[in-house]
């Protein structure tokens, strides 16, 4: 990849950011976003839209801030220190991404408290559920938006087990309400697809579109 590319990865999540850099150098810079869907869409294009609007607001902001400096103008901007080569005019690249759980037609994102998170555990109890994670790639001459879906299934879950898992704080930040890499995946008796999917990011797809040039560096 270009010496002088940038890439940047529009997420909060540690684990995408984990996972991400076995294979590239980035940085990061967090995005809070509108993740309010109107429409009835089906989950692969839902995690598909919410993964274009983070890579597209933080695309935005960033040529924003890139403009303000050319311009000749100081900007106040927390993220300046960390895109201060993309504000002197390197080129970037912006990667977001979304992950939900689905069941039944029903989609579970991240639990809103604790109560979520027990009606999230019980209903994925003894079942197989689809774990969707959306990804779009944003730069000055491409966009590329793609999903990957994982199929996994859990063991019959006891209710103290749920109130257990809950009191251990980690179904707190993740969709579904359950870390697979973590506590979770002990709950997990069988998986089909790509485990990093699960995870947060897929990058067994994402790796083959670089393999095969789908994503690249852009130009300047």
């Known amino acids: 990849m270009e010496d002088d590319f940038i890439w940047v990865l529009a997420s909060n999540s540690p684990r995408r950011k984990e996972l991400l850099s076995q294979i590239m150098d980035f940085i990061v810079i967090s995005t809070e976003i509108d993740e309010t869907i109107t429409e009835e869409l089906p989950p692969e294009k839902i995690v598909e839209e919410l993964a274009l609007r ?25 993220t300046l220190v960390e895109a201060k080569d993309i504000a ?55 966009v590329k938006v793609f999903y990957s879906e994982t199929k996994v299934t859990f063991d019959e879950l006891s209710e103290e087990e749920i ?30 697809g790509d485990y ?4 947060g990011f897929p990058m067994g797809e994402f790796c083959h579109l670089v393999r095969t040039g789908e994503i690249r560096p852009g130009e300047k």
């Open 196 to 199: 990093t999917n699960v995870v």
């Open 54 to 78: 983070k890579a597209k607001f933080t695309y935005d902001h960033l040529l924003k801030l890139k403009e303000i400096v050319q311009s000749g103008k100081t900007p106040d901007e927390k």
């Open 88 to 142: 002197a005019g390197n080129p970037f690249g912006v990667i977001g991404a979304d992950t939900v759980v689905a069941l039944n037609g029903r989609i579970f994102g991240k639990p809103k408290d604790r109560d979520d998170a027990f009606r999230i555990l019980t209903e994925l109890s003894g079942k197989t559920h689809s774990v969707f994670t959306g990804v779009a790639v944003l730069k000055s001459d491409s």
């Open 163 to 192: 109130r257990d898992y809950i009191d251990s704080g980690e179904p707190m930040d993740k969709a579904g309400a359950y870390g697979i890499q973590g506590i979770g995946g002990t709950f997990v008796t069988g998986i089909e």
